[in-house]
């Protein structure tokens, strides 16, 4: 998979290439540089030709690109009908604590983790408490009973996990699922980097596994492995109860008509190309395994079993500091700083390969130049 040269990648006009000076390579928020699947930007291209840029209409369609996908990918089975377009995962969740909640009521969550996971709560008038992973990034299960026994409304879970990259096995969440029956809350399930499994690891669908229908939902999207953020589509898959029938009626013209389309499209299409990206991901992992090695030995790390993220402790020659804000500083290139993800995540970078073998050769060095 061919990626652009930086002076072309520089001239996107994204937040990942707007955010920081033009001598700062960009390795921060969770945008791939690679290009469009062929059959996204064909969709696209056909839309805009055809000056097709209304309001979005997603159903039948979206439910049943949704529904095949996960039947190939994953062995899933969704029926299409309970599939409903919102304009992003946030927006998904947040709609369905709103469902799901109390003013009040509290809602779980992991940390480190995805930084808006902290945010979604306190939107929806919830309250948030914290059970962190445990040292070795796994879902604290003993935690988590203690968590759940206090009867929090919702339990919000990052399957595969950002930052971390740790994809939860099917034992894991099958735990998950018998805690959850037992003490009456529901799981929330943020599949957004679920076609992003690499080599090595198997995703479970959290609605898959017996009895979770009953207790959970999950919100996923094409917008990751695709790289279509910008173009504002993801799902809500319902469990048992329908849940996304109670949403306000105007959610669903507040998804992107381009987003679905290109979704469609995606879902439905893309399975050669989003293979190729895999293996081009595995490769930048393995590439940045061995810099790490050679140039930045001090730094740990747990190889991401998904996702084209890497949580890096730096610890070991932090001395205080925040060691995004040095690699920053001294070699210009801008990581995630980790106390974004939790307090867990003090003394942590989260750094994103998804970019080229020469991009991420020269920014692991700028970072090695820059802890001396």
């Not at 890497?310 to 205080?320: K, P, S, T, V």
Request: glycine letters at 8%; one cysteine or more; aromatic letters at 8%.
């Amino acid at each position: 998979m061919k990626v652009d040269s930086l002076e072309t990648l520089r001239a996107r006009r994204s937040a990942k290439w707007r955010t920081y000076p033009a001598d700062v390579l960009p390795l921060f928020v969770a945008e791939m540089d690679v290009p469009l699947a062929p059959v996204v930007a064909d969709v696209l291209r056909a839309a805009v030709d055809s000056s097709d840029t209304g309001y979005s209409a997603s159903v039948p369609d979206l439910g049943r690109a949704v529904s095949g996908f996960a039947a190939r990918r994953w062995g899933w089975e969704i029926d299409p009908e309970r599939v409903s377009a919102v304009t992003d995962v946030g927006v998904g969740v947040v709609e369905l604590l709103r469902v799901l909640t109390r003013p009040g009521d509290a809602v779980v969550i992991s940390p480190p983790v995805y930084p808006p996971f902290f945010h979604w709560a306190p939107e929806a008038g919830a309250q948030l408490r914290e059970v962190p992973l445990t040292a070795d990034l796994r879902l604290d299960l003993a935690a988590l009973e203690a968590a759940f026994a206090a009867h929090p409304a919702v339990y919000l879970l990052c399957n595969p996990h950002n930052p971390v990259g740790r994809v939860h096995s099917r034992d894991e969440l099958a735990a998950l699922v018998t805690l959850a029956s037992r003490y009456g809350v529901t799981v929330v399930s943020d599949e957004i980097h679920a076609p992003l499994v690499l080599p090595g690891a198997t995703f479970t669908p959290f609605l898959s596994l017996p009895g979770a229908a009953e207790v959970g939902v999950s919100v996923l999207s094409a917008s990751k492995a695709f790289n279509l953020a910008g173009l504002k589509c993801a799902a809500v898959v319902d469990g048992v109860r329908p849940l996304a029938p109670q949403f306000p009626p105007d959610v669903r013209w507040r998804t992107g008509h381009l987003g679905v389309l290109a979704t469609v499209a995606a879902f439905t299409d893309g399975d050669e190309w989003l293979d190729e990206l895999l293996g081009f991901l595995a490769e930048r992992r393995a590439q940045l395994a061995e810099l790490l090695r050679t140039r930045l030995p001090w730094i740990r790390w747990q190889p991401p079993e998904g996702t084209f993220l890497a949580w890096l402790d730096c610890r070991a020659r932090e001395e205080g500091g925040q060691p995004a804000g040095l690699f920053l500083d001294r070699g210009r290139v801008a990581l995630e700083p980790g106390l974004r993800f939790g307090a867990a995540g003090a003394g942590h970078v989260r750094l994103n390969f998804g970019t080229s073998a020469e991009i991420l050769e020269e920014a692991v060095d700028r970072m090695a130049r820059a802890a001396g």
